[in-house]
């Protein structure tokens, strides 16, 4: 498979593209200012005891208090609070971690009032980012995530990914980690583990126990509340989760993004350096490699999806609804119950991937077109579990009901991805007012002319939608060559797909936007 990753940067936003044999399966949008992302360790103030749900309320330092649960204090609740109160506001020598006492295990049916009281401070992480009107969730079992492996401080136990099927090769990494791990540290072995080294698994260990320390070292001087720890860039991020094997180009914009990057792929993977490529072209980068107008195809409403076939898709505050229409199909084959299963099983890869896309998480219910076979529902139901193996997300898919729906729970830690795919009114230009459209390479003209006038450019680009584009650079004596020999001045002008129909804006050649008269 050919797994390439496109980042856009922009002023105010980083977008990243997961393309799959050129097919864009996953897409995430992280503002510059993002305060929250999961992974986070902050030093929180309780704020409110709700023995009703068993739960706190947390300051972390967001608008609203973050929420935690009591069955996500973890096992060693008490050790870390103790480890935690011993370092806080103390300038006190740190605690070697091999030096502490291992508390008992809290109670699992227990209640937040014997463990947490108002105006406590504990130690936290973010287990979800604020979603909607809701604070960010939370945990105290602390974990720090590697590439190959993630440290649990005081969890004293080595786990080892499902993924990894090989009995042979569970057994080794076991006993690997368990020679190497210090006192009072848990480990997780990921699956990106698998076949590595002693090596290069020992330097990833002592790098997550020296973030912990760090850590820990911030505890002396913290404030209620701040900030301990923070998870890696969004970017550098979904590297670490996704880079495996088969990726093979990476493509930024932005030439400190690009070199953080390639820096960060330089400690994981020396071999994979040569993947990272800086994009320096005229054209916007998601437009060279064609991924705004499948973000144009895959976002809306409704998604086409093969011959004819279409899924409508409905979100709801309880849960996200998927309907699977065959639409004006042409019936290949001889019967109904054939020509069901063949648009359901095309239907389930759509559905697999816009769950991916959109980030969709908690409660989603598909209606595929009715079977009657009982052969042809499992064959359905387990086609869509084979195409969910490549989500990432924790997921559980239930068999078809008698009626037809499919129920899935995802997880979601993070808000979905809405992407507005409606444009402005190409006429009124969303005013509600209609100019004269047949007029507009003379507005065109008319600012091009009093832009060249007032600031002498001999360079100017004009980015707008293609189809204005192609009118405009049509022919040898083309409107632009015209424009470019009234003006004596050269004229770049760029197709942008994901314009609206009658929107350009000019540029000059250090590609910053000029602004223009109002004619």
Not at 28 to 38: A, Y
Request: aromatic residues 6%.
């Amino acid at each position: 498979m050919n797994t390439e990753l496109v980042i856009d940067v922009g002023e105010t936003e980083i977008a990243i593209a997961l393309l799959e044999n050129k097919q864009l399966v996953e897409l995430n949008k992280e503002k510059s200012n993002v305060q929250f992302s999961v992974g986070d360790i902050y030093l929180g103030k309780v704020k409110k005891i709700m023995p009703g749900l068993n739960a706190a309320f947390v300051d972390v330092g967001y608008e609203k208090d973050a929420f935690l649960h009591y069955l996500d204090l973890g096992p060693q609740f008490k050790t870390l609070q103790q480890y935690a109160q011993g370092h806080y506001a103390r300038k006190t020598k740190t605690t070697p971690m091999s030096k502490i006492k291992l508390e008992s295990d809290i109670d699992k049916d227990g209640k937040i009032s014997q463990v947490l009281s108002s105006g406590q401070a504990v130690m936290v992480q973010i287990a979800k980012e604020p979603i909607s009107t809701k604070g960010p969730r939370l945990t105290s079992e602390i974990s720090i995530a590697g590439r190959n492996l993630v440290l649990i401080p005081f969890a004293d136990k080595v786990s080892i990914s499902q993924k990894i099927t090989s009995q042979e090769e569970r057994k080794r990494l076991k006993r690997l980690m368990e020679s190497i791990i210090p006192k009072n540290y848990g480990i997780i072995v990921r699956t990106a583990a698998e076949g590595k080294k002693v090596a290069v698994l020992d330097a990833e260990l002592r790098s997550l126990i020296k973030k912990w320390e760090n850590t820990v070292e911030k505890l002396k001087t913290a404030q209620l509340p701040s900030q301990l720890a923070s998870e890696l860039k969004r970017t550098s991020a979904i590297l670490r989760d996704m880079l495996n094997g088969s990726f093979n180009s990476i493509h930024v914009n932005d030439e400190n993004v690009y070199n953080e990057i390639k820096e960060y792929i330089e400690s994981i993977a020396p071999e994979k350096e040569k993947i990272v490529k800086l994009y320096d072209g005229n054209v916007p980068i998601f437009d060279q490699f064609s991924i705004e107008k499948q973000i144009k195809s895959l976002f809306g409403k409704t998604v086409s999806f093969k011959s004819g076939a279409y899924l409508i898709v409905e979100h709801t505050e309880a849960l996200h609804v998927i309907d699977v229409n065959s639409g004006n199909r042409s019936k290949s084959a001889s019967d109904q119950e054939t020509n069901a299963l063949d648009v359901n099983l095309s239907a389930a890869e759509e559905i697999a991937r816009q769950l991916r896309l959109r980030d969709m998480g908690g409660i989603i219910v598909v209606d595929f077109i009715d079977m009657h076979e009982g052969e042809n529902r499992q064959m359905l139901f387990d086609r869509m579990k084979e195409l969910m193996e490549k989500d990432r997300a924790k997921h559980n898919i239930l068999p078809l009901s008698k009626f037809g729906l499919m129920q899935i729970t995802r997880q979601r830690v993070r808000p979905e991805m809405h992407v507005h795919t409606s444009e402005k009114c190409p006429t009124c230009n969303g005013t509600g007012e209609v100019s004269p459209s047949i007029l507009l390479d003379d507005r065109i003209e008319s600012k091009l002319s009093i832009i060249v006038k007032n600031t002498n450019a001999k360079s100017i680009t004009i980015k707008m939608h293609l189809f204005i584009a192609a009118y405009l650079t049509k022919g040898i004596f083309s409107k632009r060559f015209k424009w470019a020999l009234r003006y004596k001045c050269r004229i770049n002008i760029v197709p942008i797909s994901s314009y609206h129909f009658l929107e350009y804006h000019f540029y000059d050649k250090n590609d910053i936007e000029i602004e223009t008269p109002t004619t």
